[in-house]
């Protein structure tokens, strides 16, 4: 009983779903391409910064006479260097793939 009670939301429901399906369709076809380039440079921007903050909080916590903070530095430069080489990688895998 509840769900013929509710058969009109339902139906409303399934045909708002399809006019919302096509609508995304249509936006993607038409702005996936800036979307895309969009993400990939939030990517890279977040990889440089990513890298640069942890290295600026090793200098930071590197001289520390405390043992638990100087491994917290340790590990900001393990981080740092990393997020640095993926920075560096995915430059080069988009300046290969323009060529």
């Known amino acids: 009983m509840d769900l013929y009670?509710?058969?009109?939301?339902?139906?409303?429901?399934?045909?708002?779903?399809?006019?919302?399906?096509?609508?995304?369709?249509?936006?993607?076809?038409?702005?996936?391409?800036?979307?895309?380039?969009g993400?990939?440079?939030?990517?890279?921007?977040?990889?440089?910064?990513?890298c640069g903050a942890c290295l600026?909080?090793?200098?930071?916590?590197?001289?520390?006479?405390?043992a638990i903070t100087a491994k917290l530095a340790t590990y900001m430069l393990i981080a740092g260097i990393v997020l640095g080489l993926l920075a560096i990688i995915m430059l080069i895998m988009l300046i290969c793939g323009f060529n």
């Open 5 to 37: 009670r509710s058969s009109t939301a339902i139906y409303i429901s399934i045909a708002s779903a399809i006019i919302f399906c096509f609508i995304y369709i249509y936006f993607m076809s038409a702005f996936a391409e800036p979307l895309a380039w």
């Open 39 to 50: 993400i990939i440079g939030i990517t890279q921007v977040s990889l440089f910064n990513g």
């Open 56 to 66: 600026f909080e090793y200098l930071k916590h590197k001289g520390s006479a405390d």
